[in-house]
């Protein structure tokens, strides 16, 4: 454990240090290194293909104007974009692990989420070298933990980032009034400095309004609390950075664990699980009153709440300090026949103009800094949300991020313990077992 | 030759013995032995063939990815018989078997009831016959996702229809995927939404080949339609009702979409396992955690159960009609 | 209809009503309302969702009567992106024909052989049948067909779609049973005796008998592969889809648009509906022309 402590913080500093010297590099403008991998110079003497596979729901990735803008001034490099399915974990991740094993299937650019990272960083083999390709000069481009995510244990360059997800807290305007409570963004995120005052105009909500939720069920707020959690415990959530098992040590993981406790004894959740119908169906209809918002949820809400909700929706900040949740990269599988124009095309999806297009089409964060410093980024507001300066509310939560580890079987120990907790919250599993059952399915998950 | 002329099914009136002496000498008695000893081969090899590339290959590749720590586009180590022991003491799966085999009964033995009460209702003489019989066939032309939607929605905890309804008696709302029983019940009626007209026809048409003056004789006897239905029409449907069985037995074990769809897209069957079958376990192994071999391990087994249980099922049908 | 007039004249020889064991009772017709009630309803509230908007699809009670948005909803499924929904129409149509046509032939010989042959190893080859359908191949075939489809090269075509259906035990063992019960023994011998080869006693003496059991299988087939969503997911690319997999895109893209899902759901039951209109009489003419065997 000292020697987790002690790699966390050399981790920490040494975050620190590269955000410093990415701030510097955004300052001189543009980043040379983007542009100078593809370009029209090494444009290939025949047309090719590159088929691109992404993943999500609604607008996710949203690469439609960043891949005709290529495709307009590409005429030798068409991207064919892809969208396979909104599951990644059903479905995704699954058919795609397969297409690597058959050697054929995969396209030549693909998206992963940030759950998956650690399994593919595991699996060196199927993805091609992008420092070949000249994209190891990108590294002033990103934030710390989103390059390191993106370097396989044989430290290999395999990925690089796309979006992120930040943290801040959507609430219903509708319902907080009539709880009265107040509705401006600036006075509700004065309501809730840290988790604990949350919790108390949770208790005041529910006085006034007993039947709707204060919070929609254990997994949003559950993944919001340890996304904060995680950085102060050196990035680590399930794993530390020798893929040993840490659920039951980390302190970080018990923290959001007896916070959820809390709060669902309390009585304040929807008790709905995410992702499932009942959960769509209170967004509509207004069953619970507030939820952890990383980027990417705006779209989430927008698209399931519908029209009729335009306005109810609100963006406050999340309570504590800021975290991630969420977030994906971009890879070309080594099955891929044109490799170094597949390169070309992450190169520039990852790059500064990607990013924004697909920020100013489906709103996903960017994690490129450059992207971020873009005025369609950093002065964005979102009008489903009552014109919530969104790109000024992520970009304060993304700003002070600190690097998170994901081990290989991160997403099955995730998908294990919230399972658990969700199931306490429901009313399935007592309470008083819930902390012994959570880490005994970390461990069997783990393997 | 009254056979060269398209005679069709008339041919079996012909008396039997009437040209014994008319049949070829010599070289042609030899084809006819080649016929009666080859064609039966002939006849089934299109499956056996079929069969051979595309179902053994899949199994003995299954076999020999079971005896291995096999990671899905990962480590391959042979392991022997570990995943089978590791497998037999998982108390997860031996849950999925439970639970598989509990849906399987609350599904199956009302399901097989109605459909044979349902054929013989529907064999009776009734107006518009043929919409009746396409009506009760309906549900098979829906997709298991779309049953699925339509029910999970019919089961919702908070604005589900079946609430509901028991909330105008003053029921309090079920969550019906929370507790083992209410999750198989809920379940079991996706199910037999599905299957039960589906057995029904297939009954109808084997009860359509029993000929009529049995039960006219047995109603001129004064047996009531109850004696002759269990005296006449259930042990001549045996042959029936035994493929039924083992075929809703197999249908039951592999039970899976239904599941799935009620316990929103995942494989886990509910937070603390209510539901989960065992090939939402195999799913779940192989292709959320990405142990395949394990996976194929258990797949394997599920396959000894559904031989085990299928054998049971014959031996109880098969006395059915015995204790007459 | 025609065995209905076929059928009365026996029933009035057959003297007073209370002795017909065919005679339907009030019980019997309640009881046959009820069925019928419960087989329709979802997919009557399935097409009524299709026809709404989307706040009414919400509402508490659902509706139950149809509303005006359906040509609009219809419109929306085949405009959806990514869903390519016609070519998934096209594509299931000519995968889940050929596959019920290969069935049911491939069956009916099969079955033929072991009701109604004598051969060395029959009891063995049949109980190998039952046995190859009792593995859970849906869950287990899936990696090892694909990497023989990749190594074929014929991933994203329709036939490595259509072949690995054609490995149907259920309908071999269906069509066993089904000739069991259907052709006896002694015609089978009688047939022989007369000097008929083997291929002609089963296209003249069993197809003619079992042709009830093939019109069941071959329906049954037809709305199974139809349905089939797992294996075309996997082998086939998503701008190339079948209807299920077209429908599950839409699902995918649109989760929460009931209405569009439920048109979707509907636009996919037309052509199992045609089917069953156009052919409704023949499947089921299959089974009543057994009604009027002696």
Redesign the interface.
């Known amino acids: 454990m000292m020697n987790n402590t002690r790699r966390g913080r050399l981790l920490a500093a040494v975050a620190v240090g590269a955000l410093a010297l990415s701030a510097a590099a955004c300052g001189s403008d543009e980043p040379a290194p983007a542009a100078g991998a593809s370009g029209a110079a090494s444009a290939p003497a025949e047309k090719v293909e590159i088929t691109l596979q992404t993943f999500g729901?609604?607008e996710n990735f949203a690469y439609d104007d960043a891949v005709a803008a290529w495709n307009a001034s590409h005429p030798n490099i068409q991207v064919k974009y892809?969208?396979?399915?909104?599951?990644f974990?059903?479905?995704y991740l699954?058919?795609v692990?397969?297409w690597?094993?058959?050697?054929?299937?995969a396209g030549d650019v693909i998206a992963m989420d940030e759950g998956a990272m650690g399994?593919m960083s595991?699996?060196p083999q199927?993805f091609a070298d992008l420092s070949q390709y000249g994209l190891d000069s990108r590294k002033a481009d990103f934030p710390e933990y989103k390059w390191n995510t993106g370097v396989n244990k044989d430290g290999k360059l395999y990925a690089l980032g796309t979006d992120i997800g930040g943290m801040a807290m959507c609430y219903r305007t509708d319902l907080f009034k009539q709880a009265g409570l107040p509705t401006s963004r600036d006075e509700v995120s004065a309501l809730w400095p840290d988790w604990n005052a949350y919790l108390e105009t949770g208790k005041k909500f529910k006085a006034a309004l007993p039947k709707v939720g204060f919070v929609d069920g254990a997994n949003t707020v559950y993944n919001s609390v340890l996304a904060q959690e995680a950085g102060k415990n050196g990035g680590q959530v399930y794993f530390d950075q020798n893929q040993t098992l840490i659920v039951d040590k980390n302190p970080g993981v018990k923290a959001a664990f007896d916070y959820v406790q809390t709060l669902s004894t309390a009585g304040l959740t929807a008790?709905l699980?995410s992702?499932?119908?009942?959960w769509?169906?209170?967004m509509?209809?207004g069953?619970f009153a507030t939820m952890g918002c990383p980027s990417w949820m705006l779209g989430v809400i927008s698209?399931?709440s519908?029209d009729?909700n335009k306005g109810n929706w609100d963006v406050a900040a999340v309570p504590g300090a800021s975290g991630n949740w969420g977030g994906s990269w971009l890879m070309v599988p080594s099955q891929s026949k044109h490799p170094k124009e597949a390169a070309e095309v992450l190169n520039y999806l990852t790059g500064k103009d990607g990013q924004v297009a697909a920020f100013k089409e489906g709103g996903n964060f960017p994690s490129s800094l450059p992207a971020q410093q873009d005025p369609a980024v950093a002065d964005a507001k979102n009008a489903y949300f009552n014109d919530a300066p969104s790109g000024p509310i992520f970009a304060a939560s993304v700003a002070q991020l600190s690097p998170v580890f994901f081990g290989e079987?991160h997403a099955?120990v995730k998908?294990a313990v919230e399972?658990?907790l969700?199931?306490a919250d429901?009313?399935?599993?007592k309470w008083a077992d819930a902390w012994t059952r959570f880490v005994e399915e970390g461990v069997?998950?783990a393997? | 030759m009254s056979l060269d002329v398209d005679a069709g099914h008339r041919t079996r009136m012909l008396p039997s013995n009437q040209r014994r002496h008319a049949r070829p000498p010599g070289p042609r008695r030899l084809l006819s032995w080649l016929d009666l000893r080859a064609a039966p081969y002939f006849f089934v090899s299109p499956y056996f063939v079929l069969f051979a590339i595309f179902g053994i290959f899949p199994l003995i590749f299954t076999l020999w990815v079971s005896l291995h720590d096999w990671q899905l586009a990962g480590d391959k180590t042979f392991i022997g018989m570990e995943n089978y022991t590791e497998l037999l003491a998982d108390d997860k799966f031996w849950n999925s078997v439970v639970n598989t085999v509990g849906i399987f009964m609350i599904a199956t033995v009302p399901q097989l009831l109605l459909a044979l009460l349902l054929a013989n209702a529907l064999n009776k003489k009734l107006r518009g016959r043929l919409v009746l019989r396409l009506s009760v066939l309906a549900p098979l032309i829906t997709s298991v996702v779309a049953v699925a939607v339509v029910f999970t929605q019919l089961y919702g905890r908070d604005y589900g229809l079946v609430n509901w309804l028991l909330s105008l008696f003053g029921v309090d709302a079920i969550h019906w995927q929370n507790e083992k029983w209410t999750s198989w019940v809920a379940i079991a009626t996706m199910v037999d939404w599905r299957w039960t007209g589906y057995n029904a026809i297939i009954y109808l048409a084997a009860m359509q080949t029993i000929p009529k003056d049995l039960y006219e004789a047995a109603a001129i006897d004064g047996a009531s339609p109850r004696r002759q239905f269990w005296g006449i029409t259930v042990p001549l449907l045996k042959p029936t009702i035994i493929f039924t069985v083992i075929v809703s037995t197999i249908g039951g074990f592999t039970l899976f979409a239904e599941p799935v769809m009620f316990g929103a897209g995942l494989m886990t069957g509910g937070t603390t396992g209510q539901f989960q079958t065992v090939a939402m376990f195999i799913v779940k192994e192989g292709f959320r955690d990405f142990q395949y071999g394990y996976a194929a391990a258990a797949a394997w087994i599920l396959f000894l159960l559904i031989l085990i249980s299928a054998l049971i099922n014959f031996a109880l049908v098969r006395g059915l009609g015995r204790s007459r | 209809m025609t065995t209905l007039t076929q059928t009365r004249p026996r029933a009035s020889r057959a003297g007073s009503a209370r002795l017909d064991p065919f005679r339907a009772t009030p019980f019997t017709k309640a009881m046959l309302a009820l069925a019928i009630f419960l087989s329709i309803f979802p997919i009557y509230w399935m097409i009524i969702i299709a026809t709404r908007s989307n706040e009414d699809a919400h509402s508490v009670p659902p509706p139950f009567l149809p509303g005006g948005n359906l040509g609009e909803n219809i419109q929306a499924v085949f405009d959806a992106e990514n869903a390519h929904f016609m070519t998934g129409i096209i594509n299931s149509i000519i995968i889940a024909s050929t596959v019920t046509v290969g069935i049911v032939v491939i069956s009916t010989l099969a079955g033929f052989a072991f009701a109604s042959l004598n051969f060395r190893g029959r009891n063995l080859l049949l109980l190998s049948v039952v046995l190859t359908m009792m593995v859970p191949l849906q869950q287990m075939g899936i990696v090892p067909l694909y990497q023989m489809m990749v190594t074929l090269g014929w991933t994203n075509t329709l036939k490595a779609v259509i072949l690995p259906f054609l490995v149907n035990g259920f309908g071999v063992f269906l069509m066993t049973q089904y000739t069991r019960q259907a052709v006896p023994r002694e015609l089978v011998e009688a047939a022989r005796v007369d000097g008929a080869n083997t291929i002609r006693i089963w296209w003249n003496v069993a197809v003619p008998a079992v042709r009830p059991g093939m019109a069941v299988l071959a329906i049954q087939t037809f709305m199974l592969i139809w349905n089939e969503f797992l294996w075309p997911l996997i082998i086939l690319t998503p701008d190339n889809p079948t209807v299920q997999v077209a429908l599950r895109a839409l699902n995918d893209r649109y989760s929460t648009n009931y209405v569009l899902i439920f048109a979707g759901t509907t636009i996919s039951i037309i052509p199992l509906l045609l089917v069953f209109v156009l052919f409704g009489r023949q499947i089921i003419g299959g089974l009543m022309e057994g009604a009027v065997k002696e």
């Open positions: 729901g609604g892809v969208n396979l399915t909104d599951r974990e059903d479905t699954p058919q692990l397969q690597l094993e058959a050697g054929s299937g399994l595991a699996r199927y008790k699980r992702w499932t119908e009942e769509n169906t209170a509509q209809k069953g698209g399931t519908g009729a079987k099955q998908a399972e658990v969700v199931g429901q009313g399935s599993v069997k998950a393997g």
